[in-house]
């Protein structure tokens, strides 16, 4: 329509007005070629929603329950609100129904009230109106009033194998608007034994798993399964979000293990440790282990000189060639041989035997 109008209306001052309704028009296509949903005008992109399909699926859900009941079409809000209640009970768009659902049985309980009472008088009416036309017109009337009866309860009777609960009614069928009133008030009674506060709790802690398991943090994820829970969330969401929580766990363990194996596999071996000489044993004589002159030993780099103590260092320590050791042993055997020798030869004038 905006583009047969500027097509039709070339001069006209709107023209940038509907161009601008035609822009938004072509943005908002191309977010549905992409996938996208709007909800509440915000747009969810596939990749926001498949973090959280139950609560997403839901809230679509509830969407469309807001556009039944902004055309008055109660019965079709109604029948959403039912599968809300079967399928999403522990979603944040079901207890956001709540007050809508109730709000709408109470309107479509003084519809059906009204259609009831006036049901008899319109009957009447019919009749009248057949008999005051002429036979080949009445004979038309009833023959499309016939076809319209027989695809009602034709619907009637699908819906009803199909377990809807909130069947079709016509303002023709009493039948049909009885039972409808009966099931306004079953369900309403139902509804006012849902406890918000609960349900609430319990959904925003589910919610909350289910967004920390799309971001991969399981351990949280299961934390907030195991609170939601408690607060009273069941059902096949929980033990589907329970078991997919458990296999990305198992599969983390897994991928933990090989990258540990294969990191393993990859590193080199440590290389050997030299053997230090033992530096605590002392040769048992200097020509077992002849220290050479410094002129005759290259230069040893502080990491390849031995550790020394202080007296391992004045044993073997030399000088100019001759040890230290050495000549105290020559002193020492001197001194000896002279005592000897003038213990024997050298007498005393008193003759002593010592």
Excluded: C
């Excluded at 929603?49 to 008055?72: E, G, M, Q, S, T």
């Amino acid at each position: 329509k905006p583009a047969k109008f500027m097509e039709a209306f070339k001069e006209s001052p709107l023209r940038d007005d509907v161009q601008a309704i035609i822009d938004g028009l072509l943005a908002e296509k191309m977010q549905v070629k992409a996938g996208g949903i709007k909800i509440d005008d915000k747009w969810i992109d596939p990749e926001t929603a498949a973090k959280d399909p139950y609560n997403h699926a839901a809230r679509v859900l509830l969407a469309h329950l807001k556009v039944d009941l902004a055309k008055r079409d109660l019965a079709a809000a109604l029948a959403k609100f039912t599968r809300l209640s079967k399928d999403y009970t522990y979603s944040t768009a079901f207890v956001d129904s709540l007050p809508l659902a109730q709000s709408a049985i109470t309107n479509y309980a003084d519809k059906l009230n009204g259609m009831q009472s006036l049901h008899a008088s319109l009957i009447e009416q019919r009749k009248t109106n057949l008999m005051r036309s002429d036979p080949d017109e009445r004979q038309r009337t009833e023959q499309a009033f016939d076809e319209l009866t027989g695809a009602f309860k034709q619907r009637r009777q699908d819906a009803d194998d199909a377990g809807t609960l909130w069947l079709p009614v016509s303002k023709w069928d009493l039948d049909s608007i009885t039972t409808a009133i009966r099931v306004t008030e079953s369900e309403s009674v139902n509804i006012g034994k849902f406890n918000a506060t609960k349900i609430r709790t319990a959904a925003n802690l589910l919610a909350n798993a289910f967004q920390s398991y799309s971001a991969r943090k399981l351990p949280q994820a299961a934390a907030q399964l195991t609170l939601a829970t408690a607060a009273g969330a069941g059902g096949d969401v929980t033990e589907q979000l329970a078991a997919d929580i458990s296999s990305a766990r198992e599969a983390a363990d897994a991928a933990a293990m090989t990258t540990a194996a294969n990191t393993t596999a990859n590193t080199p071996p440590a290389p050997d440790t030299p053997t230090l000489p033992d530096t605590h044993t002392l040769p048992d004589t200097a020509e077992e282990k002849p220290v050479a002159k410094s002129s005759d030993t290259p230069m040893e780099t502080p990491d390849e000189m031995p550790a020394k103590t202080a007296d391992e260092h004045s044993v073997t320590e030399e000088k100019d060639g001759i040890s230290l050791q050495k000549i105290i042993m020559i002193v020492a055997g001197i001194m000896l041989v002279v005592t000897l020798v003038a213990k024997i030869f050298i007498k005393s004038d008193d003759k002593d035997d010592d």
